[in-house]
């Protein structure tokens, strides 16, 4: 007989060429569809999705499902989980308020066991873990109420709760706030939590030398530190401020820290920065401005277009309001403002702005200072349109190239418009690899800083330090360390000084 894969005359016979299926959109009529989850059952598939254009790089998103293998007709995916359009109930991870994000939100989403899908999502001033049950089939909510979004959380566990990860019945999550360090835990079945790792619990029992004995300290004072919330009235938007503060603080210094995004959230999650500016007695205010995800959508979607305006001034009418709330805590003279990316485009504006008197000097990491220079140079021009021009009536954004009308519109929003009023120290930290905002936009802003300074007869007091290699975070583990301790020290030497509040 012939040898085994053999054919005749000794060639391999040729197996028949398989047809392939033609490829088939499962959501035209969705606008936006991401990270799909099969369930393990094979039976359901679970996705992120959004029927309306966004022009943002975040928004709120529904949770949808449908039949798999999907039928060939029809497509049948169904909402188990609508967009959260209002504000929250609570703002504390208690209260669901929308699958929220883009990047790392959007890709916890996983099945828990054949009937629970899990995720975590920014809710209010937290990340938090949800379970949902999957009624399955693209059938999820058959015309009636969505099923409850229930928080998965540990007993006793404050701040932001993070999945880590879910299989076979199993999450673990790990949690931390801005008082306590992470720690890491599982729960199995909707049984008894198990905490895997505990970082402060570590730190209590290493002894290895002073340092540790100082960590210790550090952590003991965190976990004593007071934690405030000031909001906005609702006619006022709403916008909202962690505030922590040592105890006992008296007309203590402060900082105010402002995420970027816009489009992300100041969490009650750990930071070491935060904990580095609390243990060196200065108090740290994060605010969620308008546009800040976790607050709904509609929170979210007011920003775009009103870049350089309604941030700048949520950020001022926090400031004020945290001033008034806290005022036996915190000296009005002895504030500053710090941020990274869009953070570092609001220090800069709060440098520069009508009510910079607050603010007695800024850190400014990576920010976008020059919007009509970021449009030819950074790896995202379309978020120069989206959030700095409102665009045609229908929403739809700016028309591409730009026009000269809408080069000094961006240029009108951008804070290097209001640079020849920018009197306070500032410190400037630049990724020179960075293509999200290039380092020429911190660079302008510095070297016309210092023209305008020059022309006024005075010197400009600012400070450059440029990380070679580097992109937007200054990621690496030495260039990062260097960064965020050169911010904190720059901040407490010149935060900490005799007040001089009346």
Same mark, same amino acid.
């Not at 008034?324 to 709060?350: C, I, K, N, V």
């Given at each position: ?12 016979? /040729? ?23 099969? *369930? ?7 996705? /992120? /999705?959004?029927? =309306? ?20 007709? +029809?497509?049948? @995916? ?21 699958? !929220? ?65 879910? *299989? ?22 909707? +049984? ?46 709403? *916008? ?28 009650? *999650? ?23 995800? =976790? ?29 008034? %709330? ?17 953070? +570092? !485009? ?43 021009? %409102? ?52 660079? @302008? ?5 210092? %023209?305008?300074? %020059? ?17 937007? /975070?200054?990621? @690496? ?26």
């Amino acid at each position: 007989g012939e040898e085994a894969g053999g054919g005749a005359g000794g060639e391999e016979a /040729a197996a028949p060429a398989a047809k392939a299926a033609p490829a088939r959109c499962l959501t035209p009529s969705l606008y936006f569809a991401h990270m799909p989850r099969l *369930s393990p059952d094979g039976r359901t598939l679970a996705f /992120a /999705a959004r029927e =309306g254009e966004f022009r943002s790089h975040s928004a709120g998103f529904e949770l949808r499902t449908m039949a798999w293998p999907p039928p060939e007709a +029809g497509h049948g @995916s169904a909402t188990l989980v609508p967009i959260v359009r209002g504000f929250p109930a609570a703002t504390d991870g208690s209260s669901f308020a929308g699958l !929220f994000g883009f990047h790392d939100e959007l890709a916890s989403l996983a099945w828990l066991d054949e009937a629970t899908l899990v995720f975590h999502s920014v809710a209010g001033a937290t990340k938090s873990t949800f379970t949902v049950a999957a009624t399955g089939g693209g059938e999820a909510t058959g015309g009636g109420p969505a099923p409850p979004v229930v928080p998965l959380r540990p007993p006793q566990c404050e701040g932001s709760v993070e999945l880590l990860g879910a *299989s076979g019945g199993t999450a673990i999550v790990q949690c931390s706030s801005l008082r306590r360090p992470p720690s890491v835990w599982a729960v199995k079945d909707g +049984g008894e939590w198990t905490c895997l790792v505990d970082v402060g619990s570590l730190v209590e029992k290493h002894d290895a030398g002073p340092h540790c004995e100082q960590a210790r300290a550090a952590l003991r004072e965190l976990r004593s530190a007071r934690l405030e919330k000031v909001r906005l009235p609702e006619e006022e938007g709403g *916008s909202e401020a962690l505030c922590l503060l040592p105890a006992g603080a008296s007309r203590a210094p402060w900082t105010l820290k402002i995420h970027g995004g816009p489009h992300s959230a100041s969490l009650d *999650s750990w930071s070491v920065e935060v904990a580095l500016l609390l243990a060196s007695g200065v108090c740290v205010i994060q605010p969620n401005y308008r546009g800040s995800i =976790g607050f709904g959508d509609d929170f979210c979607a007011a920003l775009p277009g009103h870049v350089g305006e309604m941030d700048v001034g949520d950020c001022v009418a926090l400031t004020l309001a945290s001033l008034a %709330q806290l005022d036996e805590s915190l000296d009005p003279a002895r504030g500053g403002a710090y941020g990274g990316s869009h953070g +570092g !485009f609001l220090t800069a504006w709060l440098l520069g702005c009508e009510e910079r008197a607050l603010y007695s000097c800024g850190v400014l990491w990576n920010p976008v200072v020059d919007l009509p220079a970021m449009l030819g140079t950074t790896d995202i021009p379309e978020w120069v349109s989206a959030e700095g021009l %409102q665009g045609d009536a229908a929403g739809a954004g700016a028309t591409w190239p730009v026009g000269a009308e809408d080069l000094l519109e961006l240029h009108r929003r951008s804070p290097l418009s209001v640079i020849d009023r920018v009197e306070a120290p500032a410190l400037m930290l630049l990724g020179a690899a960075d293509q999200r905002v290039p380092h020429k936009q911190g660079r @302008s802003w510095v070297s016309a800083l210092q %023209q305008v300074r %020059q022309r006024k007869g005075a010197p400009a007091d600012v400070t450059a330090l440029e990380f070679p290699g580097e992109g937007h /975070a200054i990621a @690496s583990l030495e260039g990062n360390a260097h960064a965020q301790q050169s911010a904190v020290a720059w901040l407490v030497e010149r935060l900490r000084g005799e007040s001089n509040a009346s």
